[in-house]
């Protein structure tokens, strides 16, 4: 049994040379948060009785997908079993940061509140696209790194072949590689001594103005914005005034202490330390992540590098499916905003949805979760429309429009259209090279380079338009290569490109739902498919309606509907006046669920399977 030291250091008084700062870092699912538990555990912070797994993903959803979404800050004390620390309590800072592409920025605060990191590995599954992307941003931030190999109770773990792959990454011995399991504990203990031996203790002025940066910010309804910080000189205390460098707001430090794992106060925090503060504000937009707190007496002048504000990538139109509902959406929508500095949003109206709001998000991913949020948090029942990326229009009078709903996509005189582009790896058994490459190729990627990992992984660059990426790609990506791909990807600016604003016309209205941006050559195949689905969809009315798809005024594909009127009594031989009225009523009850879109009703259910088809590249988000 390790040893639970008891002697454990006051937070505003541990001398920072017994500090170590580290976070976890992996693809995902390959078992961070499990490890976490396990150190939970072995610290003795969390007790047998109390533990449960996943101890600190505490949003339902985290649970439920057994995702990280945001980050937490957990103070353990160790005392190594072996070496020349032996017995002696450290203060471990562990981090558990979120594995997904869309939180990168999170990530990458997260690594700047560290000085190491345990780069965390499947012993079944090797090095993925996402370990690469959080092991290049670790070195970014100078970080000591420990790799470990976990899982490797599985039959199926290869911890030869794979420490042999790590190694030769980061350029260490594969002997050098830990091997534990965090379902079983086994090597864990191993991993925290090693923690405390490799990983350096921060360095700051302890008599400096105080500064501390935050890495996270979480909206609890009972206390308001918690807000967690690495202090990186001086000491920050209860009760005394702060400054938000990025916008020169005040606030008293309310509450001051560390999670351990459930938050202690405490008197203050000092240099090099981990924890969090509360200071009453209400909104996370308040307390930006990346931001530099000081005090606001003989506060510092300098903030700490590295505030960005996070940017919406990818726009959808998100609409209630009962008009009624939008208030609830609203108010939805800003609750959630309390807890989401990445989530914007404003109201919309369409013609065919009626009203709702134009929401953006980081990534799919993050659109998937909201989404979710608002269905199964706030009840409410959801039309998404396809997902867009955000274009940049010049006109040739020189005005410059930024587009993020196709609908209003500029008409008449267009210059140049400006793209999203992003940075893709994939990674990958080296038999699927020729499918990946077809795959990036069909969807405008220009390859940038390709690297074996082992003899038979790869690793492929490419530069792809955003929007290529964002609807189905990764699904095709997993499909070609049987599941075994890794994506990841980062913005890289924008491009240039040959893209047009294609409208649906029902009866020669546009439907604005279905207007989409899309390169010039791709447009014909989109129009063709969506008029031919609409087709399918739209009952026959009165009179004859043409679906037709254009760009500009010009149609490029057209279906008809016929005329007729829907005679409901056809099949109602003989005289029962009951029943005739039963399936007029019927009738009348479906018509209520019609939109009328010009002069033509389009049911409710027309839109959402178009809008939700799997190759329209709309409604559900893919991950
Ligand atoms: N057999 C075995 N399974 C493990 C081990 N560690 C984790 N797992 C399993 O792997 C799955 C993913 O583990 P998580 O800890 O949720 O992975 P994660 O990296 O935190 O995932 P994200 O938070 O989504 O990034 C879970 O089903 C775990 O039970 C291990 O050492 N051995």
């Known amino acids: 049994m390790p040893a639970i030291p008891n002697n454990v250091p006051e937070p505003s008084r541990t001398d920072p040379a017994l500090l170590r700062n580290f976070c976890i870092i992996a693809h995902i699912d390959h078992g961070k948060s499990t490890l976490a538990d396990r150190m939970l555990q072995l610290t003795g912070v969390v007790d047998q009785r109390q533990m449960r797994a996943q101890y600190l993903d505490r949003m339902d959803i985290e649970r439920e997908r057994g995702i990280t979404i945001k980050s937490q800050a957990v103070r353990l004390p160790w005392a190594p079993t072996e070496g020349p620390d032996q017995g002696s309590t450290h203060i471990l800072n562990m981090i558990d940061t979120p594995g997904h592409v869309d939180f990168t920025y999170e990530v990458s605060r997260s690594l700047a509140a560290c000085e190491g990191t345990v780069l965390l590995v499947d012993a079944a599954q090797g090095i993925e696209a996402q370990t ?40 260490c011995d594969p002997e050098d590689v830990l091997k534990v399991s965090a379902k079983t504990g086994m090597g864990v203990e191993a991993l925290l001594d090693k923690v405390v031996a490799e990983i350096p203790a921060p360095v700051g002025v302890a008599d400096a103005p105080a500064r501390a940066m935050i890495f996270d910010s979480v909206y609890d309804s009972y206390r308001g914005v918690v807000t967690y910080v690495r202090v990186v000189d001086g000491q920050l205390n209860k009760r005394e005034r702060i400054r938000m460098m990025s916008t020169g707001a005040t606030h008293e430090l309310l509450e001051i ?39 606001l007496h003989n506060g510092a002048t300098e903030a700490l590098g590295g505030y960005k504000d996070p940017k919406p990538m990818v726009f959808s139109g998100l609409y209630p499916l009962d008009g009624s509902e939008y208030p609830d959406l609203r108010e939805a929508l800003d609750k959630l905003q309390l807890n989401d500095a990445a989530l914007v949003y404003e109201p919309e109206t369409s013609a065919a949805l009626g009203f709702g709001f134009r929401v953006g998000f980081l990534g799919l ?30 006109m040739e009078d020189g005005t410059e429009h930024t587009v993020t709903n196709p609908s209003e996509f500029p008409e008449g005189k267009i210059d140049e259209v400006f793209e999203p582009v992003v940075r893709a790896t ?4 080296s038999e699927f090279i020729g499918s990946i490459m077809e795959l990036c190729q069909n969807r405008r990627g220009v390859l940038l380079g390709m690297d074996y990992l082992s003899e038979d992984r790869v690793e492929i660059r490419y530069t792809l338009p955003l929007a290529e990426i964002v609807f189905d790609f990764f699904d095709h990506l997993k499909s070609k290569t049987r599941g075994y791909a890794s994506l990841d990807y980062e913005p890289t600016g924008e491009q240039s490109a040959q893209l047009v604003k294609v409208d649906i016309l ?118």
């Open 426 to 429: 994939v990674l990958a058994p």
């Open 506 to 623: 029902l009866h020669g209205d546009k439907v604005d739902a279905f207007s989409a941006v899309t390169h010039k050559d791709a447009a014909y195949a989109y129009g063709v498919r969506l008029v031919a689905k609409l087709r399918e969809l739209i009952p026959r009315q009165a009179f004859e309606v043409p679906i037709q798809a254009a760009i500009g005024s010009r149609v490029i594909a057209r279906e008809t509907i016929r005329a007729i009127r829907k005679d409901v009594l056809a099949k109602c031989y003989g005289g029962d006046i009951s029943r005739k009225r039963k399936l007029l009523e019927k009738q009348k009850e479906g018509k209520k669920r019609m939109k009328m879109v010009g002069s033509v009703e389009v049911p409710q259910e027309a839109f959402i399977a178009v809008l939700s088809s799997d190759d329209s590249g709309g409604g559900k988000a893919k991950k």
């Open 132 to 171: 690469l992307a959080n092991l290049y941003l670790a070195m970014e931030n100078d970080l000591k790194i420990v790799p470990v190999l976990n899982k490797i109770d599985l039959p199926a773990a290869q911890p030869e072949k794979f420490s042999e792959e790590l190694a030769n990454l980061i350029g």
């Open 365 to 394: 991913l993050h659109l998937d979760v909201i989404r979710e949020r608002l269905e199964r948090e706030f009840g409410l029942d959801l039309i998404a429309t396809a997902p867009n990326v955000v274009y940049r229009v010049i």
């Open 257 to 295: 202490g560390v999670s351990s794992p459930e938050m202690t106060p405490a008197d203050g925090i000092g240099v090099g330390e981990v924890g969090y503060i509360i200071t009453g504000v209400k909104d996370v937009r308040q307390s930006k992540v990346g931001d530099t707190i000081t005090s």
